[in-house]
């Protein structure tokens, strides 16, 4: 089995939902052999916010933020100046400006944007689908169609995930249970549909966790910590700790209150992946990731009530089917699901790391599995690492398992991983840095 | 109960205007619904919307005195306070809408925010004033673009009644608060004349005081029988007494008004005359079944701040032959063609759908037509969240309208 490695440069966006997508994605790209390079765009977002807080004339603060957000754009672009990478990854909402998109088109460097957003709620891709090299969406026709229209002809449905080393089945404390569980949790923002169905449950032992919520209704006694955001790490308690997760999907309407879409949200595979019980509705798209006897679901307020009244009497249910919604995640719906199937296809499609040479994707390194001299790229004969002494292979072989890279890595990967490590160095990171630093002078390499 | 307040500070037309956004806001019971106004209009705001807490507040009061507008302001604030407002619609660019936004979050406010003094333009504002940057291909009517400070805003065909003669004979309002918006006495005189014959009704001259002598210039360019129909009102009626008139008319013939406006919101049918700054897309009377010359001399829509270089010229086309002959023989929009091709002028009827009102061209050429259609459609499948119809006619228009901002930034 071969694999290529590539350098990709994922761009996240400065804020909201599409933030930990963006991160999930590096770390699965990371996993994979890839090396990554993350644009940490919300690092900028304080400045960008501080504009906002001026005093000064609106026209002027809004050339200021357009300028601001083509500065940003600018950074990116140095950073793909200098990590030379084979994909710019962004997610949505990700600050490539469609100036910067046209820059990276005409250096050839391949972009894909992964669209985690409904078509119909966030219209801004009619202005920069096209300028995209792929595009990624978590919804089917009509959409593709409207793309190809507009001459995006590289659209591909990828579906969300989990990263089931964050979202994971986790024993909580009695101190925890206390104060995550009940027996019904939702955990999201107050959208209108979800702000009518759920005054049906006022009676319930019912807890609501998450933003957007107005302070003062109805549901003010299931509020927690009313307005806060809740950290992915947190939101895991949160799916443990219950035994009914209720995942509405959300709708900027509140009629009808099961809102009939087509794509399916996050937290569904998030909750699967958790182990925890879920009450999902149904979508359009459901049907192709999930089994119904891996998530319960309902299609009327009706049905979600009769399906609590039982869920609650049949623990042993519950438990068979998030067991099985854990195993579909794991074998099907993880961020690495995900990104090998975004890289094939931009390798089928784009010819994406042609112009590398396949190297095998396991064994100690390139060299021991090579027939010969003549089976090697000049690059390959040319890696510093492969003329290393045993003793000094056997530590960067160390290093590499530290850095989660595989052992057939390029050099400069390993550099560049090198630079990416918090803190002081090691002994052995400093001389690979200083060795690196020699050759760019003396052999005159990047 | 949660209370919501809509600020509208601005004149009399775009009080009415502002009535998708009022009643989209009452559909619901559970909300109390409160308007700040001009002094000068909290009588015809209550006219307008009954149900409606109207507060006044003294902004176009040249007058007022400096105690007098602090106490004012004071105690309305207090009000403001103990209704415990949830949720602000901000209607208008001016230093006083941005004071009033301060009281507010700028998550509580749709439209103009204050954030830490910054003048924040919402992101709905943003992209109507980058729409309005060229006028032309401005296809927003201001009752939607008001109406969609609403997510669910209330479907255009619930805004005005259909128009439908009352009989009760001609309306003519003598003139708009600009003056280049107005038609020159004479070429209204040949209007009246042409449209006079339509009804056998009264014809009521309509205005303030300030019109009186129009009226007064006007009554000896009619013929004789055409006088003894004439009932000059201007200066005589209060907000009750105009409504009362307009309500029963058969015909308003009108510049851009305020009057206008209300024979719209009271399903009278208007006959508008729309040259120099007035636009017809931008604020024609909202409903089915009005009609509306509107001037396309190269230079139209102009801006009132600039002085006129060609002696208001786009005035006289109202008086050609081809309009008079129209107006005389058939004021219906599915009348037959024009015996004479117009020059300098296009018909047009308005009509509803579910995204708001549009204009039909009957007779004569509109400009840009294309360039106003495909931003009508990307409004269209933006603000309804609905697939697009025409995508491809989208696609322009969306790059002018979206910016990196609303791609990167935006919340869905």
Not at chain 1, 134 to 146: D, H, M, S
Not at chain 1, 255 to 279: H, M, W, Y
Not at chain 1, 300 to 320: C, F, N, S, V
Not at chain 1, 358 to 387: H, K, M, V, W
């Amino acid at each position: 089995m071969t694999a290529t490695p590539l350098r990709i440069l994922t761009v996240l966006p400065l804020y909201g939902g599409s933030l930990p997508i963006g991160r999930y994605c590096t770390r699965a790209l990371r996993s994979l052999g890839h090396t990554v390079e993350c644009f940490e765009a919300p690092e900028f977002h304080g400045a960008f916010r501080a504009l906002k807080e001026q005093r000064i004339a609106a026209d002027r603060m809004v050339a200021l933020e357009n300028s601001f957000l083509q500065l940003v754009a600018q950074t990116i672009l140095a950073k793909v100046e200098h990590f030379e990478p084979d994909l710019v990854l962004a997610l949505a909402q990700a600050p490539l400006s469609r100036q910067a998109l046209q820059r990276l088109r005409r250096d050839k460097v391949t972009t894909a944007m992964w669209f985690v957003e409904d078509y119909q709620v966030f219209p801004y891709w009619k202005a920069f689908a096209r300028l995209y090299d792929a595009f990624a969406v978590i919804q089917k026709e009509p959409f593709f169609g409207l793309l190809e229209e507009l001459d995006q002809r590289n659209a591909i449905y990828l579906p969300l995930a989990a990263d089931p080393d964050i979202h994971c089945p986790r024993k909580l404390s009695a101190v925890e249970q206390r104060r995550y569980g009940s027996d019904l949790s939702f955990l999201g923002a107050g959208y209108p549909n979800r702000l009518a169905a759920f005054r049906q449950f006022l009676s319930q032992d019912f807890k609501i966790w998450g933003n957007d919520w107005p302070s003062h209704g109805p549901l003010t006694p299931l509020l927690q910590r009313p307005g806060e955001r809740i950290s992915p790490e947190e939101a895991v308690k949160v799916f443990n700790a219950a035994k009914i997760n209720l995942n509405l999907h959300s709708s900027v309407k509140a009629e009808p209150l099961i809102p009939d879409g087509d794509f399916v949200n996050p937290r569904t595979f998030e909750l699967a992946s958790c182990k925890a019980f879920q009450l999902v509705d149904r979508r359009g798209l459901l049907a192709d990731l999930f089994m119904d006897d891996e998530v319960a679901v309902f299609e009327d307020m009706e049905g979600l009530h009769d399906a609590i009244r039982h869920y609650l009497a049949h623990p042993e249910e519950r438990q068979a089917m998030s067991r099985r919604a854990r195993e579909r995640v794991l074998h099907e719906h993880t961020y690495q699901h995900r990104m090998t199937t975004l890289l094939t296809f931009l390798r089928e499609r784009l010819g994406l790391g042609q112009e590398q040479k396949q190297i095998p994707a396991q064994g100690p390194s390139a060299l021991a599995n090579a027939q010969g001299p003549g089976d090697l790229d000049p690059d390959q004969r040319q890696s510093p690492l492969d003329e290393l002494s045993p003793d000094l292979r056997a530590q960067v072989d160390g290093l590499l398992r530290d850095l989660n890279l595989r052992p057939s890595v390029g050099f400069d990967d390993l550099i560049w991983a090198i630079r990416q490590r918090q803190g002081t160095l090691s002994e052995l990171e400093t001389a690979l840095l200083f060795l690196d630093a020699w050759r760019k002078q003396y052999l005159g390499e990047r | 109960m949660s209370a919501h307040l809509v600020i509208q500070l601005a004149r009399f037309g775009d009080l009415i205007q502002t009535k998708r956004l009022v009643r989209g806001l009452q559909t619901d019971p559970n909300r109390e619904v409160h308007l700040v106004v001009d002094t000068g209009l909290v009588q015809l705001a209550m006219l307008l919307y009954p149900g409606v807490i109207v507060h006044g507040l003294p902004v176009h009061a040249s007058r007022a005195e400096p105690d007098s507008i602090v106490r004012a302001c004071a105690t309305l604030v207090a009000a403001w306070k103990a209704a415990d407002v949830t949720r602000v619609y901000n209607l208008n660019l001016s230093a006083y809408n941005h004071a009033l936004a301060g009281l507010f979050a700028p998550e509580q406010v749709a439209g103009y925010q204050w954030n830490q003094g910054q003048l924040v333009r919402g992101r709905w504002p943003e992209m109507v004033f980058r729409l309005s940057t060229h006028r032309l291909t401005n296809p927003l009517n201001l009752m939607d673009y008001w109406g969609f400070f609403l997510d669910l805003p209330l479907p255009p065909s619930l805004v005005n009644p259909p128009a439908v003669a009352k009989g009760g004979g001609l309306g003519v309002v003598l003139a708009g608060r600009h003056a280049r918006r107005t038609l020159p006495v004479p070429i209204l005189a040949r209007i009246i004349q042409a449209t006079a014959a339509r009804s056998t009704g009264r014809i009521h001259l309509l205005g303030t005081m300030a019109e009186r002598g129009a009226a007064r210039a006007l009554r000896p360019l009619l013929p004789a029988a055409i006088q003894g129909r004439l009932n000059d009102l201007t200066g005589r009626t209060d907000w009750n007494g105009l409504a009362e008139v307009v309500q029963d008319l058969d015909l308003l013939l009108t510049p851009d008004t305020g009057t206008m406006h209300l024979a719209a919101h009271l399903g009278t049918p208007v006959m508008a005359f729309f040259l120099s700054s007035a636009w017809a897309f931008e604020t024609g009377p909202y409903g089915e079944g009005h009609l509306i010359w509107q001037s396309v001399e190269p230079c139209v829509p102009c801006l009132e701040a600039v002085s006129c270089s060609r002696a208001v010229a786009c005035a006289t086309s109202f008086a050609h032959k081809a309009v008079l002959v129209r107006l005389a023989r058939e004021t219906l929009p599915n009348g037959p063609a024009l015996p004479v091709p117009l020059e300098g002028l296009c018909l047009l009827g308005t009509h509803l759908d579910d995204f708001g009102q549009d204009l039909r061209p009957l007779a004569g050429e509109l400009p840009e037509r294309d360039a106003r259609l495909a931003h009508r459609e990307l409004l269209r499948s933006h603000r309804l969240r609905t697939t697009p119809r025409r995508v491809r006619l989208e696609q322009a228009a969306a790059t002018a309208l979206y910016h990196e901002t609303d791609w990167m930034i935006d919340m869905p």
